[in-house]
T-cell receptor, first 117, second 112 residues
């Protein structure tokens, strides 16, 4: 497999602009997760998909955040009307819920670092 | 609820010193436990895991044992190298958990 990829790796935007990030999971993985990580902290869960269905969203996720996984493959995370507090690393991870495949561990992408000016 | 607590850093050691990073957890159910490592500017990489009580995960000289009686999963390495300098995250998750729960991370600095 080629691993989890994320695009872009870095994004600088002005407050109030919309941004969209993309995640391509490992091809046979049916679950896809989005996390946010700020400096000195562990990953904070945002949302996850099983195939194309979004099964859970964090209560911390404001309505400015939306995520999709339209065909159960890649996913996008959009942030509307960005605020300076949105500056963080956004991490994507995937796994297979088939216990016979890789023992139910998450594989992470390299992340997208967002800076809101 | 589910949560992970790990020792605060940074931890600074000399090369070849013994490393312990403490991790304790609370969980409803029977989680798997993981240690991830993050190098600067990169995503998280799985270092090792254990899926049930008394299992020992090991990789690259690192070890951790799943202790149900003390709800712990401490990371150890007998002789650290400069290349081990990174941030280490303890996490719980697994088949019956919708999401993974991460500790706040422990930064390890190894000096030559």
């Amino acid at each position: 497999d080629t691993g989890v990829s994320q695009d872009p790796r870095h994004k600088i935007t002005k407050r109030g602009q919309n941004v969209t990030f993309r995640c391509d999971p490992i091809s046979e993985h049916n679950r896809l997760y989005w996390y946010r990580q700020t400096l000195g902290q562990g990953p904070e869960f945002l949302t996850y998909f099983q195939n194309e269905a979004q099964l859970e969203k964090s209560r911390l996720l404001s309505d400015r955040f939306s995520a999709e996984r339209p065909k159960g493959s890649f996913s996008t995370l959009e942030i509307q009307r960005t605020e300076q507090g949105d500056s963080a690393m956004y991490l994507c991870a995937s796994l297979s819920s088939n216990l016979a495949v890789r023992g139910y561990e998450q594989f992470f992408g390299p992340g997208t670092r967002l800076t809101v000016l | 609820g589910n949560s992970v607590t790990q020792m605060e850093g940074p931890v600074t050691l000399s090369e070849e010193a013994f490393l312990t990073i403490n991790c304790t957890y609370t969980a409803t159910g029977y989680p798997s436990l993981f240690w991830y490592v993050q190098y600067p500017g990169e995503g998280l990489q799985l270092l090792l895991k254990a899926t049930k009580a008394d299992d020992k995960g090991s990789n690259k000289g690192f070890e951790a044992t799943y202790r149900k009686e003390t709800t712990s999963f401490h990371l150890e390495k007998g002789s650290v190298q400069v290349s081990d300098s990174a941030v280490y995250f303890c996490a719980l998750g697994g088949y019956n958990f919708n999401k993974f729960y991460f500790g706040s991370g422990t930064k390890l600095n190894v000096k030559p």
